[in-house]
C-alpha cells in the first residue's frame, strides 16, 4: 500500500482508537512509530523491524520471530493500527469472542441474558472481587430488564468497542 493511500486509511474510522488515549499519549506514540518506521514510508514492515533491532545491537533477529510480530496486526500496520494494537495490549481485554465465550457458559438456556443476582453473586464472590461501589456502577452502565436479566452482549461489546451500541 502506498503511503498517501496508508495515510487516507489512518484516517478513516479511527476515532475510537484515538479516544483511548490523551494527546499527549498520542504523541509518544507517534515519536515511538516513526522511530520503528526506519524508512519513513507511513508502514511499519519487517525490515523496519529489523533495522529498529539492529540499531537497539540485537543483530540476526529470526525472520519468524519478525514474522510473528506483523501477523500480530490485522493488516499492514500504518500508525492507526499500530496506535490499536497497543490500545488492544494496554487495555488488557480479551477478543470479543473470547468474552462473549465466557458469557455463554453461564447462559445455560441461550437467551443473550444472564440474571442479574446469579451475575452479582459470581462478580462479588469469585477471583477479583467488584466492591460494592463497582457492582453500583455496573448496575447504573449495564440496569437489568424487569425480569432482572442482564444483556450480556451489550457488556461484551462495551468491553471490547468502549462505547454502547445504541451510543453510536
Given at each position: 500500500?502506498?503511503?498517501?493511500?496508508?495515510?487516507?486509511?489512518?484516517?478513516?474510522?479511527?476515532?475510537?482508537?484515538f479516544?483511548?488515549?490523551?494527546?499527549?499519549?498520542?504523541?509518544?506514540?507517534?515519536?515511538?512509530?516513526?522511530?520503528?518506521?526506519?524508512?519513513?514510508?507511513?508502514?511499519?514492515?519487517?525490515?523496519?523491524?529489523?533495522?529498529?533491532?539492529?540499531?537497539?545491537?540485537?543483530?540476526?533477529?529470526?525472520?519468524?520471530?519478525?514474522?510473528?510480530?506483523?501477523?500480530?496486526?490485522?493488516?499492514?500496520?500504518?500508525?492507526t493500527?499500530?496506535?490499536?494494537?497497543?490500545?488492544?495490549?494496554?487495555?488488557?481485554?480479551?477478543?470479543?469472542?473470547?468474552?462473549?465465550?465466557?458469557?455463554?457458559?453461564?447462559?445455560?438456556?441461550?437467551?443473550?441474558?444472564?440474571?442479574?443476582?446469579?451475575?452479582?453473586?459470581?462478580?462479588?464472590?469469585?477471583?477479583?472481587?467488584?466492591?460494592?461501589?463497582?457492582?453500583?456502577?455496573?448496575?447504573?452502565?449495564f440496569?437489568?430488564?424487569?425480569?432482572?436479566?442482564?444483556?450480556?452482549?451489550?457488556?461484551?461489546?462495551?468491553?471490547?468497542?468502549?462505547?454502547?451500541?445504541?451510543?453510536?
Amino acid at each position: 500500500m502506498a503511503p498517501k493511500k496508508a495515510k487516507r486509511k489512518a484516517a478513516e474510522g479511527s476515532s475510537s482508537v484515538f479516544s483511548m488515549f490523551d494527546q499527549t499519549q498520542i504523541q509518544e506514540f507517534k515519536e515511538a512509530f516513526t522511530v520503528i518506521d526506519q524508512n519513513r514510508d507511513g508502514i511499519i514492515d519487517k525490515e523496519d523491524l529489523r533495522d529498529t533491532f539492529a540499531a537497539m545491537g540485537r543483530l540476526n533477529v529470526k525472520n519468524e520471530e519478525l514474522d510473528a510480530m506483523i501477523k500480530e496486526a490485522s493488516g499492514p500496520i500504518n500508525f492507526t493500527v499500530f496506535l490499536t494494537m497497543f490500545g488492544e495490549k494496554l487495555k488488557g481485554a480479551d477478543p470479543e469472542d473470547v468474552i462473549m465465550g465466557a458469557f455463554k457458559v453461564l447462559d445455560s438456556d441461550a437467551k443473550g441474558t444472564i440474571k442479574k443476582q446469579f451475575l452479582e453473586e459470581l462478580l462479588t464472590t469469585q477471583c477479583d472481587r467488584f466492591t460494592p461501589e463497582e457492582i453500583k456502577n455496573m448496575w447504573a452502565a449495564f440496569p437489568p430488564d424487569v425480569a432482572g436479566n442482564v444483556d450480556y452482549k451489550n457488556i461484551c461489546y462495551v468491553i471490547t468497542h468502549g462505547e454502547d451500541k445504541e451510543g453510536e
